[in-house]
């Protein structure tokens, strides 16, 4: 994950991903576009991830895509215990992170999915 400046981890079939793509090029936001389906993020960097935007794996997780009902996550128990299975799960299967995540360079993160949270790293 680029630390020194804004990354959008970005599905350029996802519509909302689309629109926070293009309200950081509207802002003229320099940034790297990391589409993390092709370039699925490690478990290091998934962690470092949820620490910038202050949530569990759990919380960005895509729990209706059709991988998640065959891995049975909606019965996954969600304790501090069962964080790291939840992290490799979400680097074995990067469709299931929600998408964009945002994160800058001062360290502001968020998964842009509203105006509310887009604004927040804009």
Not at 11 to 37: F, W
Not at 88 to 94: Q, V
Request: with cysteine.
């Amino acid at each position: 994950m680029a630390s020194e400046q804004t990354e959008i981890w970005h599905n350029p079939r996802c519509t909302k991903s689309r629109a926070a793509k293009a309200a950081l090029d509207e802002a003229g936001i320099a940034y790297a576009e990391r589409r993390y389906l092709e370039d699925p993020p490690n478990v290091e960097e998934i962690r470092a991830v949820l620490a910038k935007l202050g949530l569990e794996p759990w919380d960005i997780t895509r729990t209706g895509e059709d991988e998640a009902k065959e891995l049975g996550i909606a019965g996954w128990s969600r304790t501090p215990a069962d964080r790291e299975h939840w992290i490799e799960t979400l680097a074995h299967h990067p469709k299931l992170i929600q998408r964009p995540i945002i994160t800058t360079a001062d360290g502001r993160a968020a998964v842009a999915r509203d105006a509310r949270a887009l604004n927040s790293v804009l």
